[in-house]
Structure formats: C-alpha cells, structure tokens
T-cell receptor, first 114, second 111 residues
C-alpha cells in the first residue's frame, strides 16, 4: 500500500450531503482506479482514469457519482446527495502506464452515511 | 463483464497446514495478481504474474499463472496465525486496463 494516499480515511455524511474522496497515486503512476467494497463483499470496479481522461467508467452508477483526475492534484471521487446505500469502503489504486503492470492499492476511505 | 471464480470461499485450517486457493476466468488474462486484505485495510499485493506458466514465490507463498491464461492458483505453506485474512485474485486483460477481482477467500488459521 505504500505510496497510494487516500483521504479522508473515514468520512461521515448525512443523507443528502456530498462526499469527496481524494487519491494521490504513487509517484510515476499516471493511471488511477476506484473500487467500492461493501461489508463482507469483494471489490467492485467503478472507474479507471488517466490524467484528464476517463478511460472506463462502466462501473460507475449513472447518477450522483463522478470522478476526475486533473492534470495537477489528486483524483477525486465525488458522490452527491449521498444515501445510506453509499456507505462502503472506497479504494483507490494506481499503476504505471501499460496493461501489463502491477496495480497498487491505497488504504481506503470508509464512508458512513447516517 | 468478465467473471472471476475464486474458490474456496472460506477455509478453516490448523496452524502449520498448507493452503491452496485458485481463480478461474472465462476470458484470457495477461496479468494475474494476488492480494491479501486485513480488516480495515486496503488490499496488499502479494504476488504478480505476467507470463503463462510462470511460477513465482514470495516466502511461504507460491503462485502460478495457468498455461491457458484463464486460471491461477496461490499456495501458502506452513500457515501461521498472521496468515488470517481475505485473499483476492485479480486479473487484467490485454484490452482493458481495469483489474477484475474474484470474491475472495476468507482464511482462518487455528493455533
């Protein structure tokens, strides 16, 4: 996990509020992935980004969720108007360019919606 | 989407025993990755495999990339209590950068 930095580690939001989760990839990594994990379940792919580009967002819910990875700064996963079902652990991962490279994960951001 | 079937779903073993788990895919992958996740933490990479037939070790862990490129296994020898956790396999294809995951194997080790 060393190198992929996620914050906040824990976030509590009331229903209807917005949640913003940040991810700084490992040095030299230009690819970022977001995964969601519900309690007692596996890792579900959400979105794959490169700098300023969304490469694959097939796992993102159609509404309320968005992600970006700007030229400067961390990747942001934004959840608008949160509902209780959004409560989960959100993991960011990064890799160097190329499909044959290893993906490293951050320690996760735990979102609780009350 | 592509499906990874990971088995077994859970294992209860005694300290010192060997463990084996595997993943199969309906599609060909060019990378297989094995991770371990402890409660409240992110997945930690254990072993990365990049070539069909490749056999790689990391201490007491050994993993192989299947010849058909549709499967991989992970073995843990002489298990110890700190091996407890959830083990995930992940596969990457050649056309998409995303990593597909199995549902995980929950390992419990009794002292």
């Amino acid at each position: 996990n060393a190198g992929v930095m996620q914050n906040p580690r824990h976030l509590v939001r009331r229903r209807g509020q917005e949640a913003r989760l940040r991810c700084s990839p490992m040095k030299g990594h230009s690819h970022v992935y977001w995964y969601r994990q519900l309690p007692e379940e596996g890792l579900k792919f959400m979105v794959y980004l490169q700098k300023e580009n969304i490469i694959d967002e097939s796992g993102m819910p159609k509404e309320r969720f968005s992600a970006e990875f700007p030229k400067e700064g961390p990747s942001i996963l934004r959840i608008q108007q949160v509902v209780r079902g959004d409560s989960a652990a959100y993991f960011c991962a990064s890799s160097p360019p190329g499909s044959g490279n290893t993906i490293y994960f951050g320690e996760g951001s735990w979102l609780t919606v009350v | 989407g592509q499906q990874l079937n990971q088995s077994p779903q859970s294992m209860f073993i005694q300290e010192g025993e060997d463990v084996s788990m595997n993943c199969t895919s309906s599609s060909i992958f060019n990378t297989w990755l094995w991770y371990k996740q402890d409660p409240g933490e992110g997945p930690v990479l254990l072993i990365a495999l990049y070539k069909a037939g490749e056999l790689t070790s990391n201490g007491r862990l050994t993993a192989q990339f299947g010849i058909t490129r549709k499967d991989s296994f992970l073995n843990i020898s002489a298990s110890i209590p700190s091996d407890v956790g959830i083990y995930f396999c992940g596969g990457r294809g050649s056309t998409l950068g995303r990593l597909y995951f199995g549902r995980g194997t929950q390992l419990t080790v009794w002292p």
